[in-house]
């Protein structure tokens, strides 16, 4: 399906990026992966922009063109009472400005028939305590992936997908924490990779703008006390 298409992947080192990456792969795909970790084609910080520079030339040089990109990287995660200024423009600069930024350096590039896939969270539409700054830049690329469908019209597709409880280490659970999904069970990276490629592919032709929420909907269904095993937490008084 994805023969000798080039594809890049941010945060393709672990979790869901390496799990994308590998079925694109598998698929057939040249993957060109970047992590501050070792171990993909690249490695540097998205936060960096003259790092952002030197990979998107790496891949022009290396290949010419790009058929899908996949913005996945993982911005910092904290709290109004613990994040800095400093760490909550570092995560937007992760999160957002970076899948702006190489977007825009890739954009001559662009192979026809390309799509681009932004991953989202869940988040972007609830939250717990103390997760401003990722949440922030979830909400912020969920926003940039329809901005992005209507300036690329023409060029690219761009979608964007939400994924809920995901476990990075493929692990399976029962009891409440399956249960509060609908869908039985808490997410695996399969479930969100499945999706990236089929937005990538000829088959979501007519699919641009969108934000797919993939969390075996979780976000639908209202929990009270004594639902699916959950109990208010008793108040401590002194």
């Known amino acids: 399906m994805f023969t000798n298409r080039v594809a890049v992947v941010t945060g393709a080192a672990k979790g869901i990026g390496k799990t994308i990456a590998e079925e694109f792969r598998k698929a057939g795909a040249i993957v060109c992966g ?14 960096d922009q003259q790092v952002l520079e030197e ?46 930024y190489l977007t825009k350096l890739l954009v001559p590039y662009l192979a026809p028939g390309a799509s681009i896939v932004n991953i989202s969270s869940s988040r972007d539409r609830m939250s717990q305590p103390q997760t401003e700054s990722y949440t922030a830049a979830k909400g912020g690329i969920a926003a940039l992936t329809h901005a992005l469908a209507v300036s690329l019209a023409g060029k690219a597709r761009v979608n964007s997908i939400s994924p809920g409880w995901i476990d990075t280490d493929f692990t399976s659970y029962t009891g409440p924490d399956a249960d509060q999904q609908p869908a039985g069970r808490v997410g695996n990276p399969l479930d969100i990779a499945n999706m990236v490629l089929f937005l990538c592919s000829d088959k979501a032709g007519f699919i641009t703008g969108e934000n797919i929420c993939i969390d075996g909907g979780m976000t639908r269904q209202m929990i009270y006390h004594n639902d ?11």
């Open 34 to 47: 970047i992590d501050l970790l070792p171990g993909c084609y690249f490695t540097g910080d998205l936060a």
């Open 228 to 238: 699916f095993g959950w109990k208010l937490k008793e108040e401590t008084r002194p």
């Open 55 to 100: 990979f998107a030339r790496r891949v022009i040089q290396d290949y010419g063109r790009v058929d899908c990109i996949v913005h996945n990287a993982l911005p910092l995660m904290k709290g109004i009472d613990q994040c800095s200024y400093e760490e909550f423009n570092y995560a937007l600069r992760v999160g957002v400005t970076a899948p702006f």
